[in-house]
């Protein structure tokens, strides 16, 4: 249960209003784990310049997603894997794919294999990725400035999975069909 509080656009602080006032309309809601994000205007406003650099970078979004829900998925993040499971699936990815993830496993897509690998790998190994992970990225057919970006990815949803650890926000309804627990 959470102990945070999870802020409206009315109830937050004034600086965060901006920013859930564009989710509102990205998503047409905002997520709770933004408003509980809301307490401190700082981490909503450095979350939301990075949330759009992310989506405005070179992957797809099937592929962010797969980033997103590996990282959810790395860091024990419950709000985040039923969340991202949904737009994971609404993006495309293959439901056997999205399972396997959530799984812990590799997805059968070359593609989205590598990158939730690699995205995986540089959370547990804390960036010290060896030659074998570099290699096994650029040979899926990434590119160098590609494995950076997953970095930024990365940092995007350490944010995001981090607030859910400890806010604990409710999940919300039309996310329910995804409960997800750590093992």
């Known amino acids: 249960m959470s102990t ?3 802020h409206t656009i009315e ?4 600086s965060s209003r901006p920013v859930l006032r564009q989710l ?5 809601f905002i997520p709770n784990i933004a408003g509980a994000m809301a307490e401190s ?11 759009q650099k992310v989506h405005a970078g070179t992957f797809n979004e099937a592929q962010i997603q ?7 998925v790395t ?4 709000w985040a894997v039923a969340f991202h499971t949904a737009l994971a699936l609404n993006e495309g990815l293959a439901p056997a794919d999205v399972e396997a993830i959530r799984a812990g496993r590799t997805p059968a897509d070359r593609q989205h294999a590598a990158l939730s690998i690699l995205t995986k790998a540089s959370i547990e190994k804390r960036g010290d990725l060896d030659r074998r992970d570099v290699s096994a990225f650029l040979e899926a057919g990434f590119g160098r400035d590609q494995l950076l970006e997953v970095l930024a990815v990365a940092a995007a949803s ?7 650890n400890i806010a604990q926000p409710p999940l919300e309804e039309q996310f329910h069909g995804h409960v997800w627990q750590h093992a």
């Open 4 to 6: 945070f509080q999870i």
């Open 158 to 164: 350490t944010m995001t999975n981090y607030v859910g």
């Open 66 to 72: 797969t980033l997103l829900l590996t990282n959810a």
């Open 75 to 78: 860091n024990a993040c419950s």
């Open 24 to 28: 509102q309309q990205n998503f047409g």
């Open 11 to 14: 109830s937050a602080p004034e």
């Open 41 to 51: 205007p700082v981490l909503i406003d450095a979350f939301f310049g990075l949330f």
